[in-house]
């Protein structure tokens, strides 16, 4: 039984006034990884928003999660955002500090109290994705995949139901790109379900998936030719 953690119906989403896309329906069911491909400011980046409540959506219906979009309040947010791992193209460390306190400071953002507990779920992310040794450097003594690898475990910390990474291998070259990419295919065997924005179509024909298409203010699934 197909089981959605994202349904959106005849969803528009805005920037503005100005429509960047219309009559949406995607949805995404547990353990699957899609792709989110399209031209630059074809509207990956508002579609990734509007799931994660950055952009609130004000026309059709949306649901991720336990979440109903329309009805998202600004103290929502938080709260579907624990549900949610967000993955960006810029990392977005915290640069004053190690990679371990990177990690603490999420999830005492986020409720953690038990320091044992919390030290233990940091182990185990860093474990996911190979990093297990690298919790004491500082995020500019890592290179770019490293530290993209770490944005990735920070994003499983809470242990999210879907994993929305938006290019998260934008910034990275073709062969990190690849270790970056194999991270992401391993969390999703283990029972992930990903949602990943890409301009990069190597990975793609790499490592075939669903794709969904943003062009001319639409969303539609690509197929992908085999061979
Ligand atoms: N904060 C904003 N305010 C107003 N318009 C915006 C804003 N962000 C994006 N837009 C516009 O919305 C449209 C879609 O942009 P979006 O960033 O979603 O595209 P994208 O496909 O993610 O592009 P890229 O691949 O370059 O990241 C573009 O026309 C862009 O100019």
């Given at each position: 039984m197909p089981n959605p953690i994202l349904q959106l119906k005849n969803v528009s989403i805005y920037q503005g006034d100005s429509l960047v896309l219309s009559n949406v329906n995607v949805?995404?069911?547990?353990?699957?990884?899609?792709?989110?491909?399209?031209?630059?400011?074809?509207?990956?980046?508002?579609?990734?928003?509007?799931?994660?409540?950055?952009?609130?959506?004000?026309?059709?219906?949306?649901?991720?999660?336990?979440?109903?979009?329309?009805?998202?309040?600004?103290?929502?947010?938080?709260?579907?955002?624990?549900?949610?791992?967000?993955?960006?193209?810029?990392?977005?460390?915290?640069?004053?500090?190690?990679?371990?306190e990177n990690l603490l400071f999420v999830l005492k953002a986020t409720g953690w109290k038990d320091q044992n507990q919390m030290n233990t779920r940091v182990e185990e992310v860093l474990a996911k994705v190979d990093m297990k040794t690298k919790g004491f450097k500082y995020p500019h003594e890592l290179s770019g995949g490293e530290q993209q690898r770490i944005a990735i475990a920070r994003a499983l910390l809470n242990n999210p139901e879907l994993i929305l990474a938006d290019e998260p291998t934008g910034n990275l070259d073709p062969q990190t790109s690849i270790e970056v990419m194999e991270v992401l295919q391993e969390i999703n065997k283990n029972g992930n379900t990903i949602l990943m924005a890409t301009h990069d179509y190597a990975l793609l024909l790499k490592y075939p998936s669903k794709t969904l298409k943003c062009d001319d203010n639409q969303v539609y699934e690509v197929v992908q030719r085999k061979g």
């Open positions: 949805e995404i069911n547990k353990g699957d990884f899609v792709y989110l491909i399209g031209k630059t400011g074809s509207g990956k980046s508002s579609f990734m928003k509007t799931l994660y409540g950055d952009l609130s959506l004000t026309e059709g219906e949306g649901h991720i999660v336990e979440y109903d979009l329309k009805t998202l309040k600004e103290d929502d947010i938080p709260f579907l955002r624990r549900k949610l791992g967000v993955v960006f193209q810029d990392f977005k460390l915290l640069t004053d500090r190690t990679i371990n």
